[in-house]
């Protein structure tokens, strides 16, 4: 709830995170109750407060795992926003992100705030949502394994995530690529023509014209993403079952 980029953005309220994880907890206790391995709950836990502390710190790290995990699409896009920005020479015009306080592109923010839009039009939160209520039933709870038993194939979304980038961001590198080309064989035959006055606007334009035609393929590409992402999320929580 306060790592997912859907929930964590800093012009949502601090209450209201509360109040959202409050309704979470509520709504996924019968799920618990469901559960028979989930009511084997030793009560030596609660004899000391370093044994909860333990308990209280696996909780939020299976939480955190799943909010960034089920996110990754986002950050990948976001991430290509910033490599486009910068292949189209856009690397200067930054403006402020609200979600992170932070400088940032404006490729960068028009990919994040698309994508955003159509993680919730297509129920990306409810499925983040129904990850929390199943890692419930098939992470048992109140156990004292601080770190994850089993392996949770870090390499592979990393590759995964800088693949996803990639396949966003090879149009624009392509085609500025070919500018250049263009551009530098330009130069060797008209030496009077000023290369560097004319490549900056022709390469904001032909990057305006890829963002057209490339950003509704990417957000396709994303729609395919969403749902593997939040079920590797999920499987990546149980590497502390």
């Not at 592109?105 to 129920?123: H, M, P």
């Not at 990850?131 to 004292?144: D, G, H, Q």
């Not at 392509?174 to 023509?193: H, K, N, S, W």
């Amino acid at each position: 709830m306060f790592l997912s980029p859907l929930f964590s953005s800093m012009a949502m309220p601090m209450p209201f995170r509360y109040i959202c994880a409050v309704v979470l907890t509520v709504a996924a206790a019968p799920s618990v109750t469901d559960s028979a391995a989930s009511l084997t709950i030793p009560m030596v836990i609660f004899d000391s407060w370093i044994s909860i502390t333990i308990v209280v710190l696996r909780e939020f790290f299976i939480g955190a795992a799943l909010g960034f995990l089920a996110a990754l699409p986002l950050m990948a896009a976001q991430t290509a926003g910033e490599k486009i920005g910068m292949s189209m020479t856009l690397a200067m015009a930054h403006t402020m992100d609200p979600t992170t306080q932070q400088q940032t592109s404006l490729i960068a923010q028009l990919y994040l705030i698309v994508t955003l839009w159509f993680y919730f039009r297509w129920n990306g939160h409810l499925l983040m949502v129904q990850s929390v209520v199943e890692s419930l039933r098939f992470v048992p709870l109140a156990r004292m394994t601080l770190l994850p038993v089993y392996d949770m194939s870090i390499p592979a979304w990393l590759t995964g995530l800088f693949g996803l980038s990639m396949r966003m961001v090879l149009p624009f590198y392509c085609a500025i690529l070919l500018a250049d080309v263009g551009l530098g064989f330009l130069a060797r035959t008209v030496p009077q023509m000023n290369i560097f006055v004319l490549g900056l606007p022709l390469k904001i334009a032909l990057g305006m014209f890829v963002l057209m035609v490339a950003l509704p393929l990417t957000i396709d590409l994303i729609f395919t993403q969403v749902e593997p992402w939040i079920e590797f999320a999920l499987a990546s929580a149980t590497a502390w079952r």
